[in-house]
């Protein structure tokens, strides 16, 4: 198992240095199209940065929030899965907690880039620029400024330092209690990790609210929707199932997951099916809200959108609903390896598109995609990512959570 994952690591080093170089290629292009252009004359019709100046810190900052989100998503199904007492997925909640150990680290880069924000070296929260507040200068901003009291930079980095630490702390407390309760076989510890897993809900419930707020809705400081951290929230948790439900599948198939069987797949498939249609629900509900409305202060939201990507948040709707509803729809697919795998990937790259959505178009006005960036911080990143799973998994030694008391109803869950 060692040797394996000691290999995987190796080849995961390489996706980081590609993706680098990616991100490299894209500054490389940018300076030979302005080059060519200045030298003819003649601006290209199209090309793959028309638009587009090298801000590699809004890439990457939203692939930095997506894995942090994926971690996010596994640590609170975990909980979930705790304090409800299921029996059936105890076989994999090793897979839930070394998804969730991306948390501090992604997190932790977050914060980075906030600082970065603070202190002017990068520029991705427009709200945070002085010339805003100035009654005397152009850029002075009423609306802005009555957001002052909440949208204020040292009040924003307290809020901040609260959802890394506070998530952080969960992360690591919720593994250390797991890891004791597998050897220990004590109620007592079963017992602890219920009760944290309570108070993490009920935290995780109230700050996600403030995080989506702060990290992803105020890059739009004109902007504001009730629904809106629902909707971010429900594909944190789309994504994390996503994701354990492809680690469930390989580590499986490589033998180190021996327990997994299709009847645990059926139920996550049952939940990757039920938390589609809730995202949906959540899409649905906002932009009908919103449309129908049709006050310019809230719409332009959806037609910012609609100039720059071209009809991309209905098209996101393919891979988001369509496919996942009419996939799995059917029992026998959900318990379908090939099937619930594929459509698990489908969904992680659905969801990508939604906070790139979500985020891109409020960092700067007419930003388009960028093919180079755009796979250069997804090989970073989730590189990244991926080292520290299967680092986590190397630590580990063995997958096994013998010492939980349903593990027995677990090992032999079968749907009916």
């Keep these: 198992m060692m040797h ?51 801000r590699p810190e809004t890439t990457l900052y939203i692939s930095i929030f997506y894995f942090t989100s994926i971690s996010l998503g596994a640590l609170f199904f975990l909980g979930i899965q705790n304090v409800s007492q299921s029996g059936w997925s105890i076989v994999i909640h090793p897979i839930m907690e070394e998804i969730s150990s991306f948390i501090p680290y992604g997190s932790g ?17 427009h709200w945070m620029n002085s010339d805003l507040y100035n009654p005397t200068s152009l850029k002075y901003d009423k609306i802005i400024v009555n957001k002052k009291l909440f949208l204020n930079i040292p009040f924003f980095l307290v809020r901040s330092i609260i959802y890394v630490l506070g998530c952080s702390f969960f992360c690591l407390n919720i593994k250390k209690i797991s890891y004791a309760l597998y050897m220990s076989y004590s109620l007592n510890d079963y017992r602890k990790l219920y009760f944290k897993s309570i108070i993490f809900i009920i935290f995780f419930s109230i700050i996600s609210i403030f995080m989506t707020w ?33 680690i469930s599948i390989y580590l499986n ?14 139920d996550l498939s049952k939940y990757l099916f039920s938390g589609s249609l809730l995202w949906t629900y959540l899409w649905f509900s906002q932009f009908l809200l919103y449309w129908y409305g049709n006050v310019p202060e809230e719409i332009i939201y959806f037609i910012k959108r609609e100039d720059i990507y071209h009809s991309i948040h209905f098209w996101m709707l393919i891979p988001n609903f369509l496919i996942p509803f009419f996939g799995l729809i059917s029992s026998k697919n959900k318990s379908n390896y090939k099937i619930a795998s594929s459509i698990s990937m489908i969904l ?23 093919l180079f ?17 299967f680092s986590n998994f190397i630590k580990r030694k063995s997958l096994s959570s013998e010492g939980n008391p349903f593990f027995q109803e677990s090992k032999n869950h079968k749907y009916p």
């Design 109 to 125: 880069l977050i914060f980075i880039i906030l600082l970065l924000n603070t202190m002017d070296i990068v520029h991705i929260f």
């Design 214 to 246: 702060d990290w992803v809705m105020s890059l739009n400081p004109h902007w504001f929707s009730t629904l809106f951290s629902w909707y971010v929230l429900s594909g944190f948790i789309i994504t994390g199932i996503s994701t354990i439900t492809i």
């Design 373 to 389: 960036e755009i796979i250069g911080s997804i090989l970073m990143i989730g590189g990244f990512f991926i080292y520290v799973l």
């Design 4 to 54: 394996q994952f000691h290999k995987m690591n190796r080849k995961i080093l390489i996706l980081i240095i590609m993706g680098f170089v990616f991100i490299s290629l894209d500054k490389v292009f940018i300076m030979n199209d302005k080059k060519i252009s200045s030298f003819t004359g003649i601006k290209k019709k199209y090309s793959l940065t028309k638009d587009h100046e090298h």
């Design 253 to 266: 198939k490589k033998g180190y997951l021996p327990f997994f069987n299709k009847s645990h797949l059926h």
């Design 348 to 370: 992680l790259i659905g969801h990508y598109i939604d906070i790139y959505n979500l985020i891109a178009p409020d960092i700067k006005e007419g930003i388009k995609f960028c």
